[in-house]
């Protein structure tokens, strides 16, 4: 088993002052951008990319703050801000020759991309999402006890040192905590890319921490502003996700279609690293979306 996607090749690209992404890319055709989840690197993509390959342009980079791309200190709030890490996504695009490009993304990745469609919808032809909801949404459902199996969300949002701290000193379980309860199909994540994905997440606590810190603050003013002002998304829109929403007591669809008129969302039944769950299914469903 390798921890590189077959048939690509990796390089860094300056996206923003001082930042570089380490970025795989293969194929060729209409460009796609794969934005990976938490507490994932771009490899999660390594099944649909090596397919989406045959004949897009697929883009698969580490995040900001996450895998081997820069990790900058998040001085003013703003560092791991969606909206940041969408421009990321966008300048990443420009610089690799696309203008304009299609869009997915899982777990926090599909957040970057929420908000590059949002803040970038001339850029953005068709976006997927996997296995979220919309920041403000997300908030507004956890509640009461259900709100537990998001323990995550509340510890990384308080200020800056206990969750860094806490982590930190138990890295390997608390990242392997994740892998582990959110997996239906342990054998979907090979030893091999568990043991990369921890390595990764342990070099990676501050700025990932920073992020979730983000989604608790100056995301969720974002996304409120856009409500408020009746921003939505205007391009073709896919949403795959598991039925948490029942037993969250919410109906995710209408969620979702709030923010994307031109909307397909699909209830799926493995677990939540759903691209290496069932590759197949995501596959249909990105080149389903991108005929729209």
Known sequence: MTTEITGFTEQRVTVADGVALNVA????????????????????????????????????????GYGASDKPADTDGQAYSKRTMAADVVALAKALGHDRFALAGHDRGALVAIRAGLDHPAEVTHLASLDVLP????????????AAVGFHLYLMAQPPGLAET?????ADAFFGHFLDIWTNDPAAIPA??????????REAVTSIVADYR???????????????????????????????????????AARWR??????????VTCGHFM????????????????TR
């Open 25 to 64: 890319v293969g194929g060729s055709g209409s460009p796609v951008v794969l934005l990976h989840g938490f507490p994932q690197t771009h490899l999660m993509w390594r099944h649909v990319a090596a397919d989406l390959a045959a004949d897009h342009t697929v883009i698969c980079p580490d995040l900001r």
């Open 135 to 146: 920041t403000l949404d997300m908030w507004d459902v956890m509640h009461g006890t259900t």
């Open 166 to 170: 806490m982590i930190a000193n138990s």
């Open 192 to 201: 091999e890319v568990r043991s990369e994905y921890l390595r990764a997440s």
């Open 214 to 252: 983000a989604s608790a603050g100056v995301d969720v003013e974002h996304d409120r502003t856009d409500r408020a002002a009746g921003t939505v998304l205007r391009m073709p829109v896919s949403v795959l996700q598991q039925d948490w929403g029942s037993a969250l007591g919410f109906d995710a």
């Open 258 to 267: 709030a923010w994307a008129p031109d909307l397909e969302h699909t209830t």
């Open 275 to 290: 691209a290496e769950e069932a590759p197949a299914e995501v596959v249909k469903a990105l080149r389903d979306l991108l």
